[in-house]
């Protein structure tokens, strides 16, 4: 039993399709990236993580 042979043209547009959903993969990880560290920004602003220490003197 082999298998019939692979139509170029399918395999094609079954890569052009792949390559579009590998796209917009990434693109929605970038997107969802960006509000996640705008968030956590938000977030430690709010809690006063980002003000500055004061010094302290070490003898």
Do not use: C
Not at 18 to 29: M, Q, S, T, V, Y
Not at 31 to 54: E, H, S, Y
């Amino acid at each position: 039993m082999s298998s019939p042979p692979p139509d170029p043209k399918r395999a094609q547009e079954r890569t052009q399709k792949l390559k579009r959903i590998f796209l917009g993969l990434i693109l929605i990880g970038l997107i969802a990236g960006g509000f996640l560290a705008f968030g956590v920004v938000k977030v430690m602003q709010r809690f006063g993580l980002t003000d500055n220490q004061p010094q302290i003197e070490q003898r």
